[in-house]
């Protein structure tokens, strides 16, 4: 197993453009980190640097605190995934998990023996002799896995490995991912721009931007307190509502967040952390899991909207409301599966505003307040 440290690590091309800037992160042994962000962010490149099949330009990186920044491929003892799977066509699967073995000379018979043994372990042990053009997407996944499982390496460097499956594929085989991690115990690290996948299989999240670190931590601790709005929106499907308002004191100590059609009253736990943004263009961001169809709670306050669409998944229903008349605004809500309001119809919605962040309307960064519990957060699948 290994620890990985990206000690201030940057990579800069020959035209001077950063491909990954500053990058200062600790990934702990046997640990699952998802490297997370839209395409052309950095995620992939930050993994080849790791895996040594690109060159730093500044900065260190150590694997068990060994210096590893100019080190070849071989020489790390670490496994890449592609997306692409990279299996050779000629040759079967008990061979394709081979190879990489049988080029560093050891012996057939334990080549042999560790194929039989990851073959078992990933449900292969039926499909050693078929080639790779007799199997599905989902099986050759399995095959590049194991591959990489027999050379018993310390990491494994996962490149969006799921992107090529359909949606049940890929639910299954996050699934098998994270069972195979506990089993394994090994240190490894996903590049996805998956949200879902991010969520549900990481120890951590790291949110990448334009080269740069966004933001490191739990999933259900990054969700629930989003360092800015490219965060707050890319981190859920559907994304958070940003609601341009202003702050106003209702002169009892209270204040009110104020935009067009939009009236709602801050919670008075919030007060004391936001009490300082009165005057300044704020964002009010609502997750659509906080909105609902009916007042549970009176503490939920109202929210007119005129329905724009109707999603039926099934489990849930998503509603997309424009918020009062002539207004260009509007917002996401994640309802229950019985909401039976057609397009067209003007309905109250019921607001929780206690997980509710305030985000500078210019600098895109959240006003601090205290942090909450984090709930897990209704997701697409």
Request: hydrophobic share 40%.
């Amino acid at each position: 197993m290994a620890s990985i440290e990206l000690d201030h690590v940057s990579k800069i091309y020959a035209n001077g453009a950063y491909g990954v800037h500053d990058i200062d992160l600790k990934i702990e042994d046997g640990e699952f980190i998802i490297f997370l962000g839209p395409s052309g962010c950095g995620k992939s490149t930050t993994l080849r640097m790791i895996a040594g099949l690109e060159s730093i330009t500044s900065g260190d990186l150590r694997i068990d605190q060994k210096s590893v920044a100019g080190l070849p491929p071989r020489a790390r003892n670490v496994a890449v995934v592609f997306q692409s799977y990279a299996l050779y066509p000629h040759m079967t699967v008990s061979q394709n998990m081979g190879f990489g073995l049988k080029m560093r000379g050891v012996p057939a018979a334990e080549i042999g023996a560790k194929v039989r043994d990851a073959a078992q372990m990933l449900g292969l042990a039926d499909y050693l002799g078929r080639k790779p053009a007799a199997l599905s997407g989902g099986q050759r996944q399995r095959v590049a896995l194991g591959r990489a499982i027999v050379r018993e390496p310390n990491a494994f460097l996962l490149d969006e490995p799921l992107s090529n499956l359909d949606a049940q594929l890929r639910a299954e085989m996050r699934l098998e991912l994270v069972k195979l991690h506990r089993r394994l115990g090994k240190t490894i690290i996903h590049v996805t721009h998956d949200q879902v996948e991010a969520m549900t299989m990481g120890d951590r999240i790291c949110i990448m931007r334009e080269g740069r670190m966004v933001q490191v931590g739990k999933p259900l601790e990054v969700y629930a307190n989003p360092v800015n709005t490219f965060v707050a929106r890319f981190l859920a499907t559907p994304p958070m509502n940003l609601i341009p308002v202003r702050l106003e004191p209702s002169g009892d100590g209270k204040f009110h967040m104020v935009g067009e059609d939009v009236r709602i009253s801050i919670p008075q736990r919030h007060t004391d952390a936001y009490a300082g943004s009165a005057g300044r263009p704020l964002l009010l961001g609502i997750s659509p899991e906080d909105i609902y169809e009916s007042r549970a709670n009176p503490n939920w306050q109202p929210l007119e909207v005129t329905v724009v669409a109707v999603e039926r998944l099934g489990v849930g229903t998503i509603v997309v409301g424009q918020v009062g008349t002539g207004n260009a605004l509007e917002i996401n809500a994640r309802v229950s599966r019985h909401f039976n309001a057609g397009v067209g119809q003007k309905i109250t919605l019921y607001v929780d505003t206690e997980p509710m962040h305030l985000f500078d309307a210019e600098t895109q960064t959240v006003v601090p307040r205290k942090p909450l519990q984090p709930a897990r957060p209704a997701l697409a699948l």
